[in-house]
């Protein structure tokens, strides 16, 4: 995906049919993706950069009926994986990290 293309995050209170979630999207003009994240899971979004090695991953929600990892990847990404594990994924892909800070603003908005 081009450096310069533009991003859309955006999160809402939801229940996912267990608990209470924040539904979170993320999308650009070639897909989105909705995430489920429980609201006490939604810390973990920050202990993703702040102590986490790259070869490490937080499972943080879930998509498509998937848990979803977080993790730090090369040259400024965060990589999501969604499948059965971290190693047996389904769906992968990058984020800029400019745009995961803008998923850490919107997890402080829910996560007081």
Do not use: Q, Y
């Amino acid at each position: 995906m081009a450096a310069d293309e533009h991003w859309s995050v955006s999160a809402e209170l939801a229940h996912d049919g267990n608990a209470e979630s924040v539904l979170l999207k993320i999308g650009c003009s070639r897909f989105e993706a909705n995430f489920w994240i429980p609201l006490h899971d939604l810390a973990k979004f920050k202990l993703l950069l702040e102590t986490l090695s790259a070869d490490e991953s937080l499972p943080i929600g879930h998509s498509a009926g998937a848990p979803a990892f977080w993790s730090r990847g090369e040259a400024g990404l965060v990589m999501v994986v969604i499948g059965t594990d971290d190693e047996s994924w389904d769906i992968c892909f990058g984020l800029p990290e400019d745009v995961f800070k803008e998923i850490l603003i919107e997890a402080e908005i829910f996560s007081d």
